[in-house]
């Protein structure tokens, strides 16, 4: 497995599957979507690691349902994000893991874990970024009256979803939408938008030159 994030070139160059560590601390609804994918042949990629920093989620009752290991942490017993994120990394470069996927990982992270990771760590965020960044950003579109909103995959760059733009599809806001009828329109979006670019790096297909990403056919 070969990695690289300059020049345009791909940015994994699968001969296997490519490893999957998905990091989350909810549900794992998102989880879902990507493990069935993986599990119906969809997703050239076997999905290894489940990483979360709430031992109560249930996303780790999901990846018992798949089969898939887990580790959890609790961020209150390090001195700092990058004394946990210094273990993460340890584990992950133990399993052998090609890409990071957070499907709502709710925690900062520093270059620890950016740096050895970028161009293979990726985020799905409930949004059309560049608006709407952080957290409750479905409640941002709303409060805003924003009139389209909808779901974004990109690259961590250990901004707060700032990195760059891998696959984008929008939701239209109606008048009488709620944070609930929204939100729910948004996920739906997600469990097809997540799989479908894990899929394309895992093909080979995405490239990264500075911000700019490219999916060739």
Request: hydrophobic content about 40%; aromatic content about 8%.
């Amino acid at each position: 497995m070969t990695a690289s994030n300059e020049g345009g070139q791909a940015i994994l160059k699968p001969s296997v599957p490519i490893k999957i560590a998905v990091f989350a601390s909810g549900s794992g609804s998102n989880f879902q979507a990507l493990a069935e994918a993986v599990r119906d042949g969809k997703i050239h990629a076997s999905i290894e690691l489940v990483v979360c920093d709430k031992p109560t989620a249930f996303v780790l009752e999901r990846a018992r349902n798949f089969q898939v290991e887990t580790y959890t942490f609790s961020p209150k017993q390090y001195a700092s994000r990058e004394a946990y994120e210094e273990v993460i990394v340890s584990k992950l470069q133990a399993v052998g893991i090609d890409l990071i996927v957070m499907a709502g990982y709710m925690r900062l992270v520093t270059n620890v874990l950016v740096e050895p990771y970028y161009g293979r760590m990726i985020n799905v965020h409930p949004a059309l970024l560049p608006a709407f960044p952080g957290i409750n950003a479905p409640k941002q579109a709303l409060d805003y009256g924003a009139k389209l909103t909808g779901a974004t995959v990109h690259f961590v760059d250990g901004g707060t979803d700032t990195g760059p733009i891998i696959a984008q599809q929008a939701v239209e806001i109606h008048e009488q939408d709620t944070l609930e009828t929204l939100g729910s329109r948004i996920q739906k979006v997600e469990y097809e938008l997540l799989p479908k670019a894990v899929g394309w790096i895992a093909e080979g297909r995405v490239s990264l030159s500075g911000r700019k990403v490219k999916i060739t056919n």
